[in-house]
Nanobody, 123 residues
Framework: QVQLVESGGGLVQAGGSLRLSCAASGRLASIYAMGWTRQAPGKEREFVAAISWNGGRTYYADSVKGRFTISRDNAANTVYLQMDSLKPEDTAVYYC????????????????WGQGTQVTVSS
């Protein structure tokens, strides 16, 4: 089992920045990638970004490329999502996730999930 705990959500004005953190514990040796998905009210959950645990290969949804940066600290078993130039449409609950496989295009169905953290971007 893998446990994921997010932190760092909040309220920010459009154009601002937030940094999300996700601390992982458990059987991490089985994990290929960690990352983030989000779900806005009334919408389906969507892939945001992911990073391979070894090698650091990154994956991004087109909607966040150039604005969001995912990174990892293997020693701390933590993944970060730096979100810049935030837009009101980025408002959602952001979930940290982990899986044995990487995303395929914009499709990712991770096995492990955190509890979620709210990000609200005001216009």
């Amino acid at each position: 089992q893998v446990q994921l705990v997010e932190s760092g959500g909040g309220l920010v004005q459009a154009g601002g920045s937030l940094r999300l953190s996700c601390a992982a514990s458990g059987r991490l040796a089985s994990i290929y990638a960690m990352g983030w998905t989000r779900q806005a009210p009334g919408k389906e959950r969507e892939f945001v970004a992911a990073i391979s645990w070894n090698g650091g290969r990154t994956y991004y949804a087109d909607s966040v490329k150039g604005r969001f940066t995912i990174s990892r600290d293997n020693a701390a078993n933590t993944v970060y999502l730096q979100m810049d130039s935030l837009k009101p449409e980025d408002t959602a609950v952001y979930y940290c996730a982990a899986d044995r496989a990487p995303p395929y295009g914009s499709s990712w169905d991770p096995e492990y999930w955190g509890q979620g953290t709210q990000v609200t971007v005001s216009s």
